[in-house]
Structure formats: C-alpha cells, structure tokens
C-alpha cells in the first residue's frame, strides 16, 4: 500500500513538473475548451435565426423541440470530438515528454490527426453512451434516476479511461480498445485511484481558494470598495479559469503516464525525469 501511495504522489509531481516545463501542453485543453465555446454560441445563434421560419405555420411547440432536439445532439456531438481529439493530442505530446523528448504543440497535433478516423468512431460511441445514460436516468424519477446515472456514468469513466492513449499506441478497433482500456485500469487500479484522487484534491484546493477570493471580492464591492471589488472579483475568475486549465492538463498527462507504467510493469528510468527514478522497481498492484 505504501508504494502505491509512493508512486501516486510521485506521478502527481511528474506530471505538473512537465507541465511547468513545457507550458506549450496547456495549449490542448485550451483550445477544446475555445471550441466547444464556440459551437455552443454557433447553437444559440442557429437557433435565434431559425426562430422566425419556425413560428411560420405549423405546430410551433413541436418545431421548437425538434430543431433544438437536433441541434443539441449535433452540438453534444460536436464537442464529444473536440475534447477527445484535444485529449489524444495531449496524451500524445505527454507521452514524447514521457520519453524525453522536447514535442512542440504541433506534434502533439500531428499524433492525434495520424488517428483521426479511429478517435471519430470513438467520438460517436462515447457521445452515444453518454447520450443513452442522460436518457435513461432522466426516464427514472427520484433518488433512483439519479444513482443509476451516477453508477453508470462512473463505471463509464472508469472503463474508458485508458482509451484514448490505447487508441492512439494500440492497433485494435475502438470496440476492443474498450475492452483493453478496462483491463489496464483493472490492473492499475490502486496507482490510478489514489493518483486521480491526489490531484482532484490538490485542484479541489485551487477552486476553493478562487472562490474565496470571489467571495472576498464581493464583500469588499458591496462594502463600497468599488475598484478593489471588481480587481478582486476578475483575479478570481481568472484563476478558477487557470486551475481547470491546469486541471486537464494534469489528467491527461497522468494519462499518458499511468498508461506507460500500466503497459510496461516499470518505469524507465533512462527515460523518465529524475524524481521517478526511486520508484523504478515498485510491482503494479
């Protein structure tokens, strides 16, 4: 159990080490984020231009559902692709950070566009559950519709989340892919629980503190501090924004490495940063 926890925090510091060495990773979660942004506004200005064909004849209500039913399934879609695309890119640039190299963003690019097809397939299947699990559970009322949207949408998550680097280093259908990404969490479970829980907490604290300094910001506005009030207010934000960004970041690079120790039993240590280097030896769990 104590090398599990070893190993965890010591992948933990590796991966905001690599972030902080190469800021260029921050670039993949921020332009997922800017996108799907966009198709949202893209949404909403659809539907606000629509909106006049849609009240000429016909049965309003139902236009209504149906055109915004369409185009929140396209938008949901749509976003599923930008998030898995921008997370294969990370992992990709990760792993060549992993191994030593210095990756440009473009690399990173180049890896999850050499894969385009097989994250597409990937996009419509993920989307697909998604959308099935949000359906069933809206179908059940109370408590119930709730944990069972709760249980499968963590059991989900649990096996998908080694799919993407799987995707991208493994030549297997999406289908089989799951299959093995289920498989590789099983066989890391403790080093990937506790790291996912080590780093949930560290950017638990982050977005606490931001809201403090929100709240601070709003005691200090309405207490007539006006200037002081907004500074304190937009430092907020701006760095809730920065700990979600770094947030992604982290997880995807945690994924790239829990992938790399899952795949090999070890850790290289010719091609792993110096700080990993005592945990070489620990056995998976």
């Given at each position: ?16 080490r ?17 996108a ?8 909403a200005?659809?539907?606000f ?6 009240l ?83 179908r ?14 963590a059991?989900w ?9 799987v ?5 297997a ?91 090999t ?21």
């Amino acid at each position: 159990m104590s090398g599990t926890f070893s190993d965890s925090w010591r992948l933990t510091k590796i991966s905001f080490r690599l972030i902080w060495q190469d800021s260029a990773l921050l670039v993949f979660p921020l332009v997922a984020g800017l996108a799907a942004i966009g198709v949202l506004l893209l949404v909403a200005a659809g539907t606000f231009f629509l909106a006049p064909w849609l009240l000429i004849g016909g049965n309003r209500t139902t236009s209504y559902e149906v055109v915004g039913l369409v185009l929140f399934v396209a938008a949901y879609f749509v976003t599923t692709f930008l998030t898995v695309y921008a997370t294969a890119a990370l992992v990709g640039a990760a792993t060549l950070k992993l191994q030593g190299r210095q990756p440009s963003a473009a690399d990173g690019w180049k890896i999850a566009r050499a894969n385009l097809s097989r994250l597409v397939v990937w996009s419509l299947i993920a989307a697909s559950v998604g959308l099935l699990i949000q359906l069933i559970s809206s179908r059940i009322r109370g408590a119930a519709g709730l944990i069972i949207g709760t249980i499968a949408g963590a059991t989900w998550s649990i096996a998908t989340y080694f799919i993407i680097p799987v995707l991208i280093y493994e030549p297997a259908s999406p289908w089989r892919s799951l299959g093995r990404s289920a498989k590789l969490f099983l066989n890391t479970f403790g080093r990937t629980v506790v790291t996912n829980l080590v780093l949930a907490l560290i950017l638990g604290a982050g977005i606490v503190g931001a809201a403090a300094l929100g709240f601070l910001g709003l005691y200090v506005l309405f207490s007539g501090a006006l200037a002081l009030g907004v500074v304190l207010i937009v430092s907020a934000l701006g760095v809730g924004i920065f700990v979600v960004l770094l947030g992604a970041t982290a997880e995807g690079v945690l994924r790239a490495a829990l992938y790399r120790y899952a795949t090999t039993g070890n850790i290289d240590t010719n091609l792993l940063p110096a700080a990993y280097k005592t945990s070489a030896r620990s056995p998976l769990p």
